[in-house]
């Protein structure tokens, strides 16, 4: 069996886009592991890992790379092991407050100094329900190595969700 593939596809959004790729995968012999897609501003935006067939990596490669030429911009990698070290304790942060730049660039510096690993962020701005001002949610899942210090990670995201003015919650996976 090949090593997978990952690949990240943008472009502009419409239908059919999935199913496009789903079969130029499978007619190359590849086979769809896992997936993440939405449509951000218009643009389709999707990350995969496929596996090629033994002896149709190339034949992969070539298939969808072609789908360039539909429109489609592509980033496409090996999937490497996982880098850095294991992963001791998996905790789900989520942030709720009225948006304003800088927020997640506050929370990841906080997760970065202490070795924390996002593995998983998905973010989103809308109309608060009574007020209609801006509300910026967030949802990070996040791997916490075994040398990192929750109590000073919590610590360090209160500090932060208190000057701006948005709620933090902390839990496990």
């Known amino acids: 069996m090949e090593s997978p593939i990952v690949m990240s596809v943008i472009g502009p959004d ?23 897609m939405c449509n951000l501003g218009g643009q389709f935006a999707g990350i ?13 490669l070539a298939a969808v790379s072609a789908l360039e030429a539909k429109g489609l911009s592509l980033v496409i990698k090996d999937a490497d092991a996982p880098a850095g070290g294991a992963c001791h304790e998996v905790a789900i942060v989520e942030i709720v407050g009225n948006d ?13 100094k202490r070795g924390v690993n996002v593995e998983e962020l998905s973010t989103e701005c809308r109309s608060a329900p009574m007020t209609g001002e801006a509300l910026f949610e967030a949802k990070a899942r996040v ?15 209160e500090l932060i969700a208190a000057d701006l003015m948005v709620d933090v919650s902390f839990g496990s996976d």
């Open 14 to 36: 419409r239908p059919g886009l999935v199913e496009l790729i789903a079969s130029t995968v499978k007619a190359a012999g590849g086979n769809w592991l896992e997936s993440r």
């Open 48 to 60: 995969l890992r496929v596996r090629a067939a033994e002896g149709r990596r190339d034949e992969l």
């Open 100 to 112: 304003r730049p800088g927020i997640v660039s506050q929370i990841s510096t906080a997760f970065a």
């Open 143 to 157: 791997c916490i190595p075994e040398d990192c210090d929750v109590a000073d990670l919590r610590n360090d995201l």
